[in-house]
């Protein structure tokens, strides 16, 4: 059986399906934070599914267990800002703790999902590989990197952990995103008929469909141990890195009666890289099948099938801190985000 930790979130939920469809047994192990959060009802159900937060898992989880994708976390940089402490407490130190009892359990394939975010502002112009200069902006990316270090000294030869650096994730799912830069503009077009860019346009951001996304971390589940032993992987395409003044273009491309609006607000820590996905292609054979223009196409019909509307988007409801202050307002979650 497969662990699928975040099963019931924005990649979770597409990881259940693939999963099953290739024919695992998949258990789930999610806080059920975004219970509240589905665009549209998929059957995206594991076999068994634990309610739980991820900094309370115990070695009984475990049983029957013989792999673990971790996909749980406070999942982009301004959720991680909200409270850096808990940042670190769920992103690294409770990813390390399941490790640790993966490893004392002896499951040896143990998928952690990490982010090329870590690279964050690049000294220069060139794709980054998976030996690039780390340096990491924000809280998420900060942890990332720590769960990173500590994974990378647990491994053995019992325990093999394999670091996904991650491409910015775009594409459908039941538990829709629409604070992911494809998404977003995606959906700022299809609903108000503008593309609105805060920075220059010049930053570069790496891309991966969700499915994508997702048979790349089953090529590692089924790859050879010599393989992928204690490696570390970007997960993306070559051609698949976008300035995103291009990726609104393409948008509009799709959509003419569009506008792209460069608004030039550049951030303090605005974060722009190109990354080298040279690795993943030749050492295990992961090419991407989705293009950018099929992606957004796919979005734009989900949006219209399922009734995308402008209330959705400005409400904050497929925006993951928008879902957590208003559990927080509700008093739905105590301020170290547990279930009240």
Same mark, same amino acid.
């Given at each position: 059986?497969?662990?699928?930790?975040?099963?019931?979130?924005?990649?979770?939920?597409?990881?259940?399906?693939?999963?099953?469809?290739?024919?695992?047994?998949?258990?789930?192990?999610?806080?059920?934070?975004?219970?509240?959060?589905?665009?549209?009802?998929?059957?995206?159900?594991?076999?068994?599914?634990?309610?739980?937060?991820?900094?309370?898992? /115990? +070695?009984?989880?475990?049983?029957? $267990?013989?792999?673990?994708?971790? @996909?749980? %976390? #406070?999942?982009? *940089?301004?959720?991680?800002?909200?409270?850096?402490?808990?940042?670190?407490?769920?992103?690294?130190?409770?990813?390390?703790?399941?490790?640790?009892?993966?490893?004392?359990?002896?499951?040896?394939?143990?998928?952690?999902?990490?982010?090329?975010?870590?690279?964050?502002?690049?000294?220069?112009?060139?794709?980054?590989?998976?030996?690039?200069?780390?340096?990491?902006? /924000? +809280?998420?990316?900060?942890?990332? $990197?720590?769960?990173?270090?500590? @994974?990378? %000294? #647990?491994?053995? *030869?019992?325990?093999?952990?394999?670091?996904?650096?991650?491409?910015?994730?775009?594409?459908?799912?039941?538990?829709?995103?629409?604070?992911?830069?494809?998404?977003?503009?995606?959906?700022?077009?299809?609903?108000?008929?503008?593309?609105?860019?805060?920075?220059?346009?010049?930053?570069?951001?790496?891309?991966?469909?969700?499915?994508?996304?997702?048979?790349?971390?089953?090529?590692?589940?089924?790859?050879?141990?010599?393989?992928?032993?204690?490696?570390?992987?970007?997960?993306?395409?070559?051609?698949?890195?976008?300035?995103?003044?291009?990726?609104?273009?393409?948008?509009?491309?799709?959509?003419?009666?569009?506008?792209?609006?460069?608004?030039?607000?550049?951030?303090?820590?605005?974060?722009?890289?190109?990354?080298?996905?040279?690795?993943?292609?030749?050492?295990?054979?992961?090419?991407?099948?989705?293009?950018?223009?099929?992606?957004?196409?796919?979005?734009?019909?989900?949006?219209?099938?399922?009734?995308?509307?402008?209330?959705?988007?400005?409400?904050?409801?497929?925006?993951?801190?928008?879902?957590?202050?208003?559990?927080?307002?509700?008093?739905?979650?105590?301020?170290?985000?547990?279930?009240?």
């Amino acid at each position: 059986m497969i662990l699928v930790t975040g099963n019931r979130g924005y990649i979770g939920t597409v990881m259940t399906k693939m999963l099953k469809t290739a024919s695992y047994e998949v258990m789930g192990l999610d806080s059920d934070w975004y219970r509240d959060n589905h665009f549209y009802i998929d059957d995206a159900n594991p076999n068994k599914q634990i309610i739980k937060d991820i900094r309370n898992v /115990t +070695s009984e989880d475990l049983d029957g $267990v013989k792999g673990v994708i971790h @996909l749980a %976390a #406070l999942s982009n *940089d301004p959720l991680g800002e909200v409270n850096p402490y808990l940042t670190e407490q769920i992103n690294t130190d409770a990813a390390i703790k399941l490790a640790s009892l993966c490893k004392k359990r002896r499951i040896g394939r143990f998928i952690f999902a990490s982010s090329c975010s870590i690279y964050g502002v690049a000294t220069n112009d060139l794709p980054i590989s998976e030996e690039g200069h780390l340096n990491p902006q /924000t +809280s998420y990316a900060k942890a990332k $990197v720590n769960a990173e270090r500590q @994974l990378k %000294a #647990l491994a053995d *030869d019992h325990f093999h952990p394999v670091i996904m650096r991650n491409a910015t994730v775009y594409g459908s799912s039941p538990k829709l995103r629409l604070d992911l830069v494809v998404n977003n503009l995606a959906a700022s077009a299809y609903l108000t008929g503008k593309i609105a860019v805060m920075s220059d346009g010049s930053p570069w951001r790496p891309l991966i469909h969700i499915e994508d996304f997702c048979q790349a971390f089953m090529i590692v589940l089924e790859a050879p141990q010599e393989k992928i032993y204690a490696e570390i992987f970007n997960v993306g395409s070559n051609e698949d890195n976008y300035q995103i003044r291009d990726l609104a273009l393409q948008i509009q491309n799709i959509m003419p009666h569009t506008k792209v609006e460069i608004l030039n607000k550049m951030q303090s820590d605005e974060r722009t890289y190109r990354v080298d996905f040279s690795k993943i292609k030749e050492n295990i054979g992961f090419k991407s099948k989705w293009n950018l223009k099929e992606g957004i196409l796919e979005l734009l019909n989900t949006f219209k099938e399922n009734d995308l509307t402008l209330h959705d988007f400005t409400s904050g409801k497929y925006f993951r801190i928008g879902a957590i202050q208003s559990h927080l307002k509700e008093k739905r979650m105590n301020q170290e985000l547990f279930w009240l």
